[in-house]
DNA sequence: TTAGATGCAAAGACTTTGCGCACTT
DNA sequence: AAGTGCGCAAAGTCTTTGCATCTAA
């Protein structure tokens, strides 16, 4: 049976079959995604990557990034103003980011399941369920706001 | 209520409103906004204000867009990889963005009505209509994929 | 008058690219 | 051995900020 193999194996052996080569910097990203939850910057992978790798440079991990993307094993959402992030493909879910706090909670695809089909008829749009990233205000931020306004 | 009044005129008048100025870079943004169907980069805005004005500076197109956003004027969203995109308010819609090519649909907001729902009874989150951005495929790129794999 | 608004230019944040050496295969 | 991949540094976008000047009220 093809259990869901080590997931850092799977991303070896997928740069290998589309014919790239596995080098030191690769294995680290691989490592450091597989170790990840949730979202991570590129900045941010790139220092976790130079905790076990020193030498290994932003460009570089901005490159593997790019070539991971191409293989189908990471994706990228921009959730906000800032910098993209990026997460393993496998956590197929989407994202709710508030706009006051900034957090972000990662929620099951299933949410838009509904939506995808209206989109599919009604526009032949087919949606990304990795990609889903929806701005609103978090039930914290929404407390504190009417608070606010009831003082 | 009153009748939707100029729009021109009501952008003008929530400016007086908050005790800013009204000077001639404020009124020519708000032209083209007004004049101006669908989204639009901050540099294109500048473009397009400077044929009116050519001494208006793109710093200022970037300082007013934010002023004019704290007024609830207009919104922004960051649709792709690029520039954000900025319209009226007054306009409530989603964006469908293809990954592909590009393109990007509106769409009524009320395709998410029931999402919307759905998150804030989960999650207490709700939902912000203007900014919403779906990543996918359109129509056309999904066809060119289909003739593609078949050939 | 006078504090807010602007133009210009420089700085910043994030990302991409060019080049020659190193390392994987 | 051969050619991909890498580090470094510079360049490129998009956006923000500092400052002296100008202007709306």
Redesign the interface.
């Known amino acids: 049976m093809s259990e869901p193999l080590d997931p850092l194996a799977e991303i070896l052996s997928s740069i290998r079959g589309s014919g790239r080569r596995v080098t030191e910097a690769k294995r680290r990203l691989a490592e450091v995604l597989v170790a990840t939850t949730g979202h991570r910057t590129a900045d941010e992978l790139t220092t976790a990557v130079q905790v076990l790798s020193p030498e290994v440079s932003t460009s570089t991990v901005y490159r593997l990034l790019d070539e991971f993307e191409e293989l189908g094993v990471v994706v990228h ?2 959730l ?2 800032a910098a ?1 992030v990026y997460h393993l493909t496998g956590t197929v879910h989407g994202h ?1 980011v ?2 006051r706090c900034e957090a972000t ?1 990662e ?1 099951p695809a299933a ?2 399941d ?2 995808s089909r ?2 599919v008829t ?7 369920r990795h ?9 914290r931020c ?1 407390e504190s706001v009417a608070v606010t306004e009831h003082a």
């Open positions: 959402s921009h906000g103003h993209a709710l508030c706009q909670v929620i949410h838009f509904a939506l209206e989109l009604t526009y032949g749009f087919m949606l990304d990609h889903v990233a929806i701005s609103g205000t978090c039930a929404r």
